[in-house]
């Protein structure tokens, strides 16, 4: 038990459910420490720019193949768009067979719009610029203006031309390339630091909720709920456990490796937090600097697999419960536009609610005022959708590594079996996973 309890994830796993029963007997307590959980993602988020741009630089300049990092890259994004148009095609399917919002018979006219007036503003923005405006706002008015705003695309952008321009540079760039990756060192220290008060954060996070929500605020559109959640395991244990099986490896083996992670993400209900962990768990398991650099923050952005499939299950549900009727075309075109908008999702305010909205807006037949329904219980929600998210850019970033060649197996295997693999610099600064050793 003292062996448990001195584990992160131990004490994570405590403080999850300490935050529960605080949140559920002493509610208007558990609301004023709200503070300890966003003040545990704002540490995480300070570092997550800097780090992108390290270990992105490192990786590249230290391959000196620009020709692979291309191919990495390439196969990253077909992966993401693949893997996407499946659970917006999941999300459509469970929607049409099940009919979650049937019989709920809404007339829009009664909903009060007033709660979405921010969503929908955001909405317009999204939504209006399309493709172009898109790709636009990857680049940054000022390469001081990317870190500022912690835009990590931004940051990615800067960080690929850095480290070609290091690579093409040869031995005069070798000297800023070691401090890039010294300079990473001590961004991975700090966070090793930061990330010994996980436990407050999910502390502080958990009973927010559960103070402010209440456990009973689920019996409100309950079945949506629980279909989304039914998805999203589906999708991770069918659909990602399969891919990841072509690859070589276990789903389940993954996700006990990244237990501590998914605890925090679950507790946040945000994937960010974690981000910097995760690139050094997936690093520990054999995976090249560079491939996990690339994949796992561009697919922050363009792999939101749970997402994806919230959209369009959402959408349907919307359509259902106010009696609209919707044809294969509306369908189809669900399926397209949010291909689209749930690429500009990661960073945006209320960022599920606000892609829906600019879904519905290029569909007038389904009323966008059936986003109050869902906007009750999106929190709820959202603790898949940052699961589910994570765990597919986790997925992603070693199925590319594989499809490339770019990870140790028999590293990668030890570590998911649990057993004892010679350290790496980066090490320190990760949750030891406890097993027997590996023979010699």
Request: proline share 4%; glycine share 10%; net charge neutral.
């Amino acid at each position: 038990m003292s062996r448990f309890l001195k584990s992160l994830f131990g004490q994570v796993l405590v403080a999850l459910a300490a935050g529960i029963v605080i949140g559920m007997i002493w509610p208007e307590f558990a609301v004023k420490l709200k503070p300890l959980g966003d003040g545990f993602i704002k540490l995480i988020k300070m570092l997550i720019p800097l780090l992108v741009f390290c270990v992105v630089v490192h990786g590249i300049s230290g391959t000196g193949d620009l020709r692979r990092v291309g191919r990495v890259g390439v196969k990253a994004l077909v992966y993401f768009e693949v893997v996407t148009t499946i659970a917006l095609a999941l999300g459509l399917v469970l929607g049409i067979v099940f009919q979650p919002g049937a019989g709920m018979n809404i007339d829009p006219s009664k909903l009060d719009a007033s709660a979405l007036s921010a969503y929908t503003d955001n909405a317009h923005k999204l939504s209006s610029g399309g493709v172009v405006d898109f790709l636009i706002r990857l680049i940054p008015t000022t390469v001081g203006g990317a870190f500022a705003t912690g835009d990590v695309l931004q940051v990615l952008l800067f960080a690929i031309l850095f480290g070609c321009a290091l690579a093409m540079l040869g031995e005069r760039g070798e000297p800023i390339s070691r401090f890039v990756d010294s300079l990473s060192h001590v961004i991975f220290k700090i966070m090793g630091i930061i990330i010994r008060v996980a436990p407050l954060g999910v502390l502080g996070a958990i009973a927010y909720t559960v103070g402010a929500f209440g456990v009973g605020s689920l019996k409100q559109l309950g079945s949506l709920v629980v279909l989304f959640y039914a998805a999203v395991i589906i999708f991770v244990v069918v659909v990602l456990g399969l891919i990841l099986r072509l690859a070589g490896f276990n789903i389940f083996k993954l996700l006990r490796y990244l237990r501590e992670e998914l605890m925090v993400v679950l507790a946040t209900t945000s994937s960010d937090a974690v981000l910097p962990q995760v690139m050094s768990k997936l690093k520990r398991m054999g995976i090249k600097d560079s491939t996990v650099g690339l994949v796992i923050p561009t697919g922050y952005s363009f792999n939101l697999d749970a997402f994806s499939i919230y959209i369009t299950l959402a959408a349907v549900f919307i359509a259902q419960a106010t009696n609209t009727d919707i044809t294969m075309g509306h369908l189809l075109t669900i399926l397209l536009v949010a291909l689209v908008t749930s690429k500009g999702a990661h960073g945006v305010p209320g960022s599920a609610i606000v892609v829906l909205a600019a879904t519905l807006q290029v569909i007038p037949d389904i009323p966008a005022i059936g986003l109050v329904m869902v906007l009750s219980v999106d929190w709820f929600m959202g603790i898949a959708r940052a699961l589910g998210n994570f765990t597919g850019n986790a997925v992603a970033t070693v199925v590319v590594a594989a499809w490339e060649g770019d990870i140790d197996r028999e590293r990668a295997h030890a570590v998911l079996d649990g057993h004892h693999v010679s350290p790496t610099e980066d090490d320190a600064d990760v949750e030891p996973v406890h097993g027997p050793r590996l023979a010699a």
